[in-house]
């Protein structure tokens, strides 16, 4: 399941939940749920860089055992690279808000590239 809402002020709200059921590996079952929240600042409009920060809360859950959930936070910055905006970076600390003795913080990133509004190297 997916939702996303793009919200006043140029912020949005997005969720999304997950069922995994892998076959013949193994694994558990398990439940995931993600939650986003950001906003965007654009400098030089309407064409200029984006800067948007974003918190995301991420939850798991194994469902065959008597396993706990996990949560953890993720603080990030996603910057457009590119004057057409298709080509963005992010970065962020995957912070552990349950059972952190056995967890350590990691860091994430990301690059994304529309390839649809033109190549990885034009609009510069």
């Known amino acids: 399941?997916?939702?996303?809402?793009?919200?006043?002020?140029?912020?949005?709200l997005q969720l999304q939940g997950i069922v995994e059921v892998p076959k013949d590996s193994g694994l558990e079952d398990e439940l995931v749920a993600?939650?986003?929240y950001g906003r965007t600042w654009i400098t030089d409009a309407p064409f200029g860089r984006t800067w948007t920060p974003i918190i995301e809360v991420l939850g798991?859950?194994?469902l065959g055992s008597d396993s706990s959930t996990t949560w953890d936070l993720v603080p990030q910055l996603q910057v457009s690279l590119s004057t057409r905006q298709h080509v963005q970076a992010g970065a962020g600390v995957r912070v552990p808000v349950t059972d952190q003795g056995n967890r350590s913080a990691e860091?994430?990133?990301y690059l994304l590239w529309d390839w649809f509004d033109g190549g990885v190297?034009?609009?510069w």
């Open 34 to 36: 993600r939650a986003a």
């Open 1 to 12: 399941m997916l939702f996303g809402k793009v919200l006043p002020n140029d912020s949005f």
């Open 60 to 62: 798991a859950r194994d």
């Open 121 to 123: 190297l034009q609009g």
């Open 107 to 109: 860091l994430v990133f």
